[in-house]
């Protein structure tokens, strides 16, 4: 028996439920369990993500319950893990991404271009609201949590458009909501939007066996470069990343910026190399940003947040 331990949202149980789909198909007759967890990221609807400790918040619980032996593999959206994992796991395969841009849903305006002067945008993510700032500064932003649908339901409620992943929108059915996909010129997605983790015990050696057919190596070398450069800016969510790398013929390009929470200042940047070392040229590529000017906005944003609740 395999147990997918998951958040109990829609959009984790899918992704759980792909995953274990995943399984049975490489091994026929395999028996597949989810153990569904809530986690303090889950409970705490009320507060701005950012402000409660972030990223690490969706993920901890579910990293205990695999060390706890409660579950053998944890499906994680790899946007939501943390640069550093918890001792004792490893990420065991990497499956195909899905698209990692941002969508705007604004069934009353359809497109950012033509959202009213001075109107109102949802989204809980700073590197969204510092974009949309950055190609609209008069827009307003409100911060909004829960789950996709939730979020959806304010674009038609009160909001004039929210911005959400289009892979989530994608992956529950609902990517007719989306009346605007991003290009990365407009609004560069989240290191490591719509890949999943798949992570497990790093002593497991039959489940990392099961899920290395999983694996899809130009997916991992993307998110490689992604994330090796959060990893440089020791970024938390309180702060304006963005990343997205592609790949063609063995070479990596990592597109990445930093910006204020004003989107005032963008600083932008771009590196090519093989894909051997695609960790290594996204570190690379965090240190020049540092260099050039994300080093002040990163200082300026500590101590913004607030205390993480226990
Ligand atoms: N922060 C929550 C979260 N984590 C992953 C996704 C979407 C799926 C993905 O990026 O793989 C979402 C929803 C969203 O940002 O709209």
């Known amino acids: 028996m395999i147990r997918i331990a998951t958040r109990r949202s829609p959009l984790a149980k899918w992704q759980a439920n792909h995953v274990a789909g995943l399984l049975r198909a490489g091994e026929p007759g395999l028996d597949v369990r989810l153990h569904e967890l809530v986690t303090k990221g889950d409970k705490i609807l009320d507060v701005a993500l950012a402000r409660v400790g972030g990223k690490g918040l969706f993920v901890k619980e579910i990293e205990d319950a695999l060390l706890a032996g409660d579950a053998e593999i944890a499906v994680h959206s790899m946007k939501d893990l943390p640069a550093v994992l918890a001792e004792g796991l490893v990420v065991g395969a990497v499956p195909v991404r899905e698209d990692p841009r941002d969508a705007l849903c604004s069934p009353k305006h359809q497109t950012w271009d033509r959202l009213p002067r001075g109107g109102t945008v949802g989204t809980s993510s700073l590197r969204r609201a510092a974009q949309l700032k950055a190609l609209r500064p008069d827009l307003h932003i409100e911060v909004i949590r829960g789950n996709v649908e939730t979020r959806l339901r304010k674009a038609s409620e009160g909001l004039d458009a929210v911005v959400l992943a289009y892979a989530g929108l994608r992956r529950l059915g609902?990517?007719?909501?989306?009346?605007?996909?991003?290009?990365?010129?407009?609004?560069?997605?989240?290191?490591?939007?719509?890949?999943?983790?798949?992570e497990a015990r790093a002593s497991d050696a039959a489940t990392l066996a099961r899920l290395a057919p999983l694996?899809?190596?130009e997916t991992r070398h993307r998110v490689e470069a992604e994330r090796g450069l959060l990893r440089r800016l020791e970024g938390g969510c309180q702060v304006p990343i963005a990343a997205h790398a592609t790949v063609a013929g063995g070479q990596v390009t990592l597109r990445a910026l930093v910006a204020s929470l004003d989107g005032a200042r963008v600083v932008r940047g771009e590196r090519t190399g093989p894909v051997a070392g695609a960790s290594a040229l996204g570190e690379a590529l965090g240190e020049e940003l540092l260099s050039r000017g994300a080093a002040e906005i990163l200082k300026e944003l500590e101590g913004t947040a607030e205390p993480v609740p226990h």
């Not at 990517?175 to 010129?185: G, K």
């Open 174 to 198: 609902l990517a007719e909501h989306a009346t605007q996909v991003f290009s990365p010129e407009e609004m560069l997605p989240a290191v490591a939007q719509g890949a999943l983790a798949l």
């Open 215 to 217: 694996d899809h190596p």
